[in-house]
């Protein structure tokens, strides 16, 4: 089956992230694909590559992008709500005027189109929120 | 980053609002999705429960709060084709709302309708 995912809480505060982290690694252990995991909400949060957490807990962040890695899978930021959260790709960071970027490896951001894109094109669409 | 419009099928789409207006951005953005996916041209519904319906009350002043009073935009939904808009019968009761105190015109529906109709949609986007 052909799973969209959407993520709409931030790491750490909520357990969503974690929750779709999971059911992403499940599923994919069942011989099924993710076609994108769209990050909205404060769930934009998660992909920031400055997350620091302590050393005995979880790098939601680098899971993230370690699994975009492993497996090839699309993380999408919306730009709307990464942007109001200051998070920033280089270009974004440039067309906006400001000095630095955060993205995390693994992740691109782009428009809302890509949820209902997502949602069209997938079997199933999981909301990971509160 | 142009969205990608895949053109042929319909999916029969439901956005369920289910948080109060203001004190937490989930309405507004949900609403951003909305207007955003109208360009998808799917069988889109709109349903409203919970603290939800509060999104649709009449006469929204946000003066105090300091954030913008985002409801005009509920009545542009009609010009985005999106027309099947539901509220739940219990959530406005419960709230002391009837219909008089909404901004657009809606229909009513019962808890076990609103779970069917649930039931019959491919996509379910929860706010």
């Known amino acids: ?130 | 980053m142009e969205d990608e419009v895949p053109t042929g099928e319909v999916k029969k789409i439901m956005y369920i609002n289910r948080k109060a207006p203001y004190g937490t951005v989930y309405a507004l953005e949900a609403l951003e999705v909305v207007l955003i996916g109208a360009a998808f041209e799917q069988d889109v519904h709109l349903v409203f429960m919970d603290d939800g319906v509060f999104q649709l009350k009449k006469d929204q002043d946000t003066k105090g709060l300091g954030v913008k009073n985002f409801s005009p935009t509920y009545r542009a939904l009609e010009m985005y084709d999106v027309e099947k808009v539901y509220v739940e019968k219990e959530s406005l009761e419960v709230r002391g709302l009837t219909t008089d105190d909404l901004i657009i015109p809606v229909e009513v529906l019962g808890t076990k309708e609103v779970s069917q109709m649930m039931g019959d949609m491919d996509v379910l986007l929860n706010f």
Request: charged residues 25%.
């Open chain 1, 1 to 130: 089956m052909k799973f969209g995912i959407m993520v709409s809480e931030g790491p750490y505060t909520h357990q969503a992230a974690d929750t779709a982290y999971n059911f992403a690694m499940a599923a994919l252990e069942k011989g099924h694909e993710i076609y994108r995991i769209f990050f909205y909400h404060d769930g934009v949060n998660n992909g920031t590559r400055l997350t620091t957490p302590p050393q005995d807990d979880r790098n939601i962040v680098k899971r993230w992008s370690e699994l975009a890695e492993k497996h090839e899978i699309d993380l999408v930021i919306c730009v709307a709500a990464a942007q109001r959260r200051g998070i920033a790709d280089a270009d974004e960071s440039k067309r906006n005027g400001k000095d630095a970027d955060n993205i995390a490896p693994g992740f691109r951001i782009s428009g809302l189109g890509q949820l209902l894109e997502a949602s069209i094109q997938a079997d199933r669409t999981m909301v990971f929120g509160d």
